[in-house]
């Protein structure tokens, strides 16, 4: 198989890692406008599309991350080849694409980095072909802190809220006007995604063309044409919605008020924009989390679902070991050379066909993120995604499969 051609295809396939991105991350920015009634579910997604291709041009640090930081070389070189970055994405599109068939919220940013150090280090044979110093600074404690700051700061800002606008004799409380201010807040957190999440795959595809000797080394930064392309395939797929995860985060964690909505969304933004000026390539993921359930913490009548809360830091902790042996397997494969390269592109098509249709048989839509089917979906979030699909019978029997069903019947 020529170079050219393994290079257009990782492409293509890197950008379609880009565009589950999108899908997966709608959630953090638009779940909790959508559980308050503050943004409708389609004029929200379609919102937080249009800001990511905007925030994807802002800025480039991230990106240089990936490109010239993670992955060790030599002069104009580096350790990782064209078909190892294809068995890294494999990894990534895989976790991605499970995760999102779940409901859990996990870390597309941490699956992409799990999935290219498994393939780096069993393709070349070589564990210090990783920059450990850029893994935990620049990945893993940002990893680590980011939710617990952000919960912080969501949980202080809440109970600010509450106590600027408490009732004081009989007067109207105020917080109706947070639902307004959500508006501006979850479209800063939706142009923050793009300054952070699309310049991780720009990232990848930057290192692909370092790799296949296309690009120089010293020159980091993506091109225009690779910046455009991510910009779009992250706002395609946010466009799509991931209604899902905007499930589980808008009402699987904790019912959401107005004025905890604004706090948790202004709290993911501010510490997303913040480490994207840093270069931290952070999962956003992890930060809307996080400021969810800080946000929920600080709400005097509020709870936390902490059930919910320990599958999302399972998938958390499970998403790039896991990542990181799909891409090392797949890179165990690549090394046989072109039939290794097309049994991992047949794999990487299998499981997004069967990914696709099982969620066709088991479709979760706009349709549920209205009011009236709050109440069906509440209990049933997370708990039928966890269930295979031969297990449906036993769900539907129980509260939450009751709930699963009703959604089905909905189904358009």
Known sequence: MSLTLIVVLVVVLALFFDFTNGFHDTANAMATPIATGALKPRPAVALAAALNLVGAFLSTAVAQTISGGLIRGEGDHVSITPPLVLAGLVGAITWNL??????????????????????????TWDAGSIDYHVLLGKIVIPALLSPVVAGLVAYSSTKLAYFATRRRDGRADGRSGFRYGQIFSSSLVALSHGTNDAQKTMGVITLLLISAGLQPAGEAGPQWWVILACALAIATGTYTGGWRIIRTLGKGLTEVKPAQGF?????????????????????????????????????????????????????????????????????????????????????????????????????VTSAHMTPHAEAEVADATVALEFTRPGDEAAAVASPAGSAGAADREARP
């Not at 499970?98 to 393709?123: D, N, R």
């Not at 046989?336 to 097309?342: E, S, V």
């Open 98 to 123: 499970l995760t999102w068939l779940w409901g859990v919220p996990s870390s597309s940013s941490h699956a992409l980095f799990g999935g290219l150090i498994g393939a780096t280090i069993v393709g």
């Open 263 to 363: 706090a948790a969304e202004t709290s993911t933004a501010a510490t997303i924009l913040a480490s994207s000026h840093l270069g931290f390539a952070l999962s956003t993921t992890q930060v809307a989390s996080g400021s969810v359930i800080g946000s929920g913490l600080g709400r005097s009548d509020g709870h936390v679902k902490w059930g919910t809360a320990g599958r999302i830091a399972l998938g958390w902790l499970l998403t790039l070991p896991v990542a990181a042996i799909v891409g090392g397997a797949t890179a165990s494969i690549a090394r046989l050379g072109t039939a290794g390269l097309i049994i991992d592109l047949v794999i990487a098509v299998v499981v997004i066909v069967i990914v696709f249709r099982i969620n066709a048989r088991r479709r």
